[in-house]
């Protein structure tokens, strides 16, 4: 067993102890592995220990990489992780199976236009600015229900909502309060948790946790 697919395996054991403590089922929760900057080489073995969701930051790398990766291994999904600009959005709907980084209605609006042309449509999560940071991509916390609404209203199926907490700070605050907008506005799905956090996460909701650095370096 390759070291990241051994590191894989000691990653869901955590998720799964985190998910009964939290009186959860385990396989609620989605494991998407953080694949920015990784070549073909480093991701070969989790796809070979049977790793299915994979998340990259920049649509151009992932156009890059991806394509013959899933010709070959049937079953996977990716997941565009990163801030997605207007311009990208057709090929996004191309390639991506979710996209995590919904934060304003513009995108929205390019999104479903190139899904209609395509005919495909990818599931989104509307991103929150948690932490209400200016340097951060998401929607304010008080547009939340709007976006979502503007999401339901479209062909694009809401997958949850997603966030990343201030870094350095605790982020349990954070993902205690996704968690609470997304029952408030009907949402179950939940992207949030990272390498250092996704216990955490876990513990508090979260439905998808995207590691990466946890699973291919010591």
């Known amino acids: 067993m390759s070291n990241a697919a051994g590191r894989r395996r000691d ?8 998910a009964r403590l939290a009186r959860r089922e385990p ?7 953080v694949t920015k900057g990784r070549t ?3 991701i070969a073995p989790l796809l070979a220990a049977g790793q299915r969701d994979f998340g990259e930051n920049r649509v151009q790398e992932a156009i890059a990489k991806w394509p013959p990766l899933i010709a070959r291994n049937e ?10 600009q207007s311009n990208k959005a057709a090929e996004a709907i191309r390639l991506f199976d979710v996209i995590h ?9 390019a999104l479903v ?5 395509a005919s495909r449509f990818p599931e989104v999560y509307v991103q929150v600015n948690i932490g209400e940071e200016e340097q951060k991509g998401g929607c304010a916390i008080g547009d939340v229900g709007e ?5 339901r209203a479209s062909p694009l199926p809401l997958a949850g909502l997603m966030c990343i907490p201030p870094h350095e700070l605790d982020p349990a605050p954070y993902f205690a309060l996704l968690a609470e907008l997304g029952r408030r506005h009907g949402v179950s799905g939940l992207s949030m948790g990272m390498s250092a956090d996704y216990r955490t996460a ?3 909701g979260a439905t998808a946790v995207r590691v990466g650095t946890a699973l291919f370096e010591e």
């Open 75 to 84: 079953g996977v999904r990716l997941h565009a992780i990163g801030r997605l």
């Open 40 to 42: 073909p080489d480093e």
């Open 11 to 18: 990653i869901l054991d955590t998720i799964s102890a985190a």
């Open 147 to 151: 976006m979502v609404a503007s999401v």
């Open 113 to 117: 236009t190139e899904a209609e042309k």
């Open 202 to 204: 876990v513990m508090l």
């Open 101 to 109: 980084a919904l934060d304003r209605t513009s995108l929205l609006q």
């Open 27 to 33: 396989g609620d929760v989605r494991l998407v592995a």
